[in-house]
């Protein structure tokens, strides 16, 4: 069974920078979506960015221009790169690999920003 290990995130002021790693333990085939996805208290879990496969990029209107999901194929890894962070950034943030017929999840990750 494939897991997909996070890394990154934790306690950053606001106006800073994070990046967040997601990394298949193993190879996924067909793949169609590579993203993340965030969970604030009390509120459901949304798409903050999707990588469509094979290039096109999808972002929440909010985190348009300071976040950017990339991927690398030989680490079979997906990034999250975020800048210019804000206190409403703040969440357990998830990757997610969607192939023809499997869905992964990542068990998610902090991300507190706070001055």
């Known amino acids: 069974q494939v897991q997909l290990v996070q890394s990154g995130g934790g306690l950053v002021q606001p106006g800073g920078s994070l990046r967040l790693s997601c990394t298949a333990s193993?190879?996924?085939?067909?793949?169609?979506?590579m993203g993340w996805y965030r969970q604030a208290p009390g509120q459901e879990r949304a798409s903050v960015a999707l990588?469509?496969?094979?290039?096109?990029?999808q972002y929440e209107a909010s985190v348009q221009g300071r976040f950017t999901v990339s991927r690398d194929n030989a680490k079979n890894t997906v990034y999250l790169q975020m800048n210019e962070l804000k206190p409403e950034d703040t969440a357990d943030y998830y990757c997610?690999?969607?192939?023809?017929?499997?869905?992964?999840w990542g068990n998610g990750t902090l991300v507190t920003v706070s001055s």
């Open positions: 990588l469509i496969l094979p290039e096109t990029t």
């Open positions: 997610r690999i969607r192939a023809v017929d499997m869905d992964y």
């Open positions: 193993g190879s996924i085939v067909d793949i169609v979506t």
